[in-house]
């Protein structure tokens, strides 16, 4: 594929068709009061498992040492490509709002090139609102209702945008409970495209490993806690295989990664991925590595690409001015929101 091929889809901001009507039909029906959560993170990982679903190491549980220095091949792939999201969450006397940007960043040969598609979703338990406009979404459970047409709208972007032959980046988990299992329909379409797509935990909660090896139950909080114990900065654990025996496709190998003496965080590939992939992980590991020290802060120890594809989602939402939005449907903010809201 031609360079100007790659980047066709980028340097763009996109707008969800759906998010004017939205904001038009919002007009008519008079919201009032809310208060802001910014930023809400919606692709968390706390997920709970059951005796349908298994966790095994592959091969012995051991520390393995992460080389910078080591060159990943270029010609298996063209172009690297990272996503994430930043949300904003308005909580209306007549329903849930809901903004988010989602972001790709192009690692470009001088310079990054963004892609940016901006959605906007109300939702409403009161029937007599949603009946007048079908842009209003009625449910009992805006939390749910919201994380589907997150993860449905990311799939379908990544699937628009990224080319082919792509190493792809994603930060959030690949299973995070039944609305995640969304995006294992799409790894097959990912591998026609040769591209690798590799997802990034930061933030967890689980117990993957501390709960199902059996010398390690009830000795650590989470499996970050007991990363962090027995990894020192640079360097990875052996790999490990989650599997959902109802369901072998909800199946994925992951890593645990301490770049820095900080939080280590979660790597993971679609178990399809890494068995297609094998013979490239343990170089991807030393090139994600890489990455980290190329990033350097320890107050945001994460890989650069994603660094930067998170500055161009928050950005993407300062600049569409969200209050000054708001305001025009005759929101009346709560005293907090004048005083703190941006």
């Given at each position: 594929m031609k360079e100007a091929e790659?980047?066709?889809n980028f340097n763009k901001i996109l707008i969800h068709p759906d998010f004017n009507r939205t904001i038009e039909d919002l007009n008519k029906v008079g919201v009032r009061n809310h208060s802001?959560?910014?930023?809400?993170?919606?692709?968390g990982d706390n997920y709970t498992f059951n005796e349908h679903e298994k966790v095994q190491s592959i091969g012995k549980i051991q520390k393995v040492d992460l080389d910078a220095h080591s060159i990943l091949a270029k010609d298996n792939w063209n172009s690297l490509v990272a996503y994430d999201e930043s949300i904003d969450m308005y909580l209306c006397?007549?329903?849930?709002?809901?903004?988010?940007?989602?972001s790709l960043t192009l690692l470009g040969r001088e310079q990054y090139l963004s892609s940016v598609f901006l959605t906007f979703y109300f939702y409403t338990k009161?029937?007599?609102?949603?009946?007048?406009s079908k842009f209003i979404r009625l449910t009992e459970d805006s939390a749910l209702e919201s994380q589907k047409d997150y993860i449905q709208?990311?799939?379908?972007?990544?699937v628009e945008t990224v080319p082919e032959n792509t190493l792809l980046f994603i930060d959030g988990p690949l299973i995070a409970g039944d609305v995640y299992t969304y995006f294992i329909q799409t790894i097959e379409e990912f591998h026609k495209k040769n591209i690798l797509p590799v997802f990034f935990v930061k933030n967890s909660s689980s117990n993957l490993v501390t709960n199902y090896v059996e010398e390690l139950k009830g000795k650590y909080n989470s499996d970050l806690h007991w990363s962090y114990n027995v990894l020192s900065p640079g360097?990875?654990?052996n790999y490990f295989l989650y599997k959902d025996l109802n369901n072998p496709k909800n199946s994925k190998v992951f890593t645990y990664v301490k770049g820095f003496n900080v939080s280590p965080q979660r790597i993971e590939f679609h178990s399809d991925t890494f068995e297609l992939y094998r013979s490239h992980i343990d170089e991807l590991m030393n090139f994600i590595y890489y990455l980290l020290l190329v990033q350097g802060n320890l107050k945001n120890p994460q890989i650069r690409p994603i660094a930067v594809s998170e500055m161009y989602a928050r950005e993407s939402l300062k600049m569409m001015n969200i209050q000054k939005l708001m305001k025009k449907i005759g929101i009346v903010p709560t005293i907090n929101q004048s005083r703190f809201g941006s």
């Open positions: 790659q980047f066709v802001i959560v910014p930023n809400e993170n919606i692709s006397l007549e329903g849930t709002a809901y903004f988010t940007s989602h009161s029937l007599e609102i949603s009946s007048r709208d990311r799939i379908k972007f990544l360097s990875r654990s």
